[in-house]
């Protein structure tokens, strides 16, 4: 065996609805084949309001001081998450090589702002859970990628490439996160010839409305959605963003995908005291499902396309994007290939805490388009 690691990878998405944590052992063998095994997951809740602070920092309504004590409290909430995962799960704390964060991101864009400069800002403190947990952590994947004049997104499909890679058909990788995104990997395809991008919303608008409105923390099989029916007018308010009709890479987040954007569409047509909030919610996954679907087309006209995200469970989404793709496309939870489709993207974000510990470049250019192939991550060692 040329290299064996085992990593702690924690993802939180633009739902902020779950901290997915998962421990990998990953190996790299003599032929430089990559194979992982997943020794233990579990899903924990953000706590002390943690969320609420969170979101405040997502829609800039939080100032300085307020995103300063965030990032650290962040940083503690992660350790004390990560001691209790050690724990629950009967791990060896010697045995762990490393901790790898996403962070969670309240503030993206990769595009140039008034002032030139590229942006993207995931909370969470490396050298504070570094030094919380006397371990090696690998933070701050994106910057690097954005820097060279990347999107810093998505990150995951170096992940898709090494572990969904086939040589008899075209592969598509769908995650429905807070927002979708897909990565297509072309029949017998190498590296170069990935594309990803995000497709738009996911959950996130879905969620959001539900739990203003509902009082839920989000559509259980799409059940309330069902009793809607679709509004045109606001759908296609909605499908005529400028998002959709950028050509890829293209990265997106809450900055553009949030609640005013719902609100403020159906203000301007006229629809506050003339539409049902059933009617929204069904409109709203009609509007996830075209845009996931019409994504997935302009790849490929067959595909194996492999799900994972907090989006499977949603039946009534499932339904449509089934329904939306001819029978060319082969729809297959990733479960089904010994991926988690609940903790894919802690794994992916513990093998991208491997590849950075081995000064292995992590970003594929081709998708997000960076000037070049980097090494991502800062690492802390603050290690007595």
């Not at 779950?18 to 421990?23: E, W």
């Not at 032929?31 to 953000?46: C, G, Q, V």
Request: proline share 2%.
């Amino acid at each position: 065996m040329k290299l064996e690691r085992v990593i702690i990878g924690i993802m939180t998405g633009t739902s902020v609805d779950n901290i997915d944590v998962a421990a990998v052992k990953i190996q790299l063998n003599d032929n430089n084949e990559y194979t992982f095994n997943l020794l233990a997951s579990n899903t924990y809740s953000f706590n002390n309001g943690i969320d609420s602070e969170i979101k405040k920092a997502m829609l800039n309504t939080a100032n300085t001081s307020d995103i300063s004590r965030l990032n650290y409290a962040i940083s503690i909430m992660f350790a004390d998450i990560i001691k209790d995962f050690i724990s629950k799960n009967n791990l060896n704390c010697n045995t762990i090589n490393a901790v790898a964060i996403h962070g969670q991101t309240v503030w993206h864009n990769p595009s140039v702002d008034n002032c030139n400069i590229a942006s993207t800002l995931q909370l969470a403190n490396g050298s504070v859970l570094s030094a919380l947990l006397n371990k090696t952590v690998i933070s701050d994947f994106r910057a690097a990628d954005v820097a060279l004049g990347g999107q810093g997104a998505p990150l995951v499909p170096i992940f898709d490439y090494y572990f969904l890679k086939s040589n008899n058909n075209n592969v598509i990788a769908l995650n429905i996160g807070g927002m979708a995104n897909i990565t297509y990997i072309p029949q017998g395809g190498g590296i170069d010839n990935v594309i990803a991008f995000d497709t738009g919303c996911g959950n996130v608008l879905l969620d959001e409305y539900t739990r203003k409105y509902y009082n839920k923390p989000f559509d259980k099989n799409g059940e309330i959605a069902r009793t809607g029916q679709i509004n045109y007018n606001l759908l296609n308010e909605l499908l005529n963003l400028d998002y959709f009709k950028q050509s890829y890479p293209k990265s997106c987040g809450r900055e553009l995908f949030n609640l005013s954007l719902v609100e403020n569409s159906i203000y301007k047509l006229k629809l506050t005291n003339n539409i049902l909030y059933s009617d929204v919610l069904r409109t709203l996954t009609e509007l996830t499902a075209i845009t996931i679907t019409n994504s997935i087309k302009i790849c490929c006209k067959s595909a194996d396309v492999i799900v994972k995200g907090g989006g499977i469970k949603n039946n009534l989404l499932m339904d449509l994007i089934k329904d939306k793709l001819n029978r060319q496309f082969n729809i297959i939870d990733s479960d089904n290939f010994g991926i988690s489709s609940t903790y894919y993207e802690a794994i992916a974000f513990a093998f991208l805490g491997f590849l950075s510990l081995g000064s292995i470049p992590g970003n594929i250019p081709s998708v997000t388009g960076a000037k070049k192939r980097v090494v991502l991550g800062t690492i802390s060692r603050n290690i007595s």
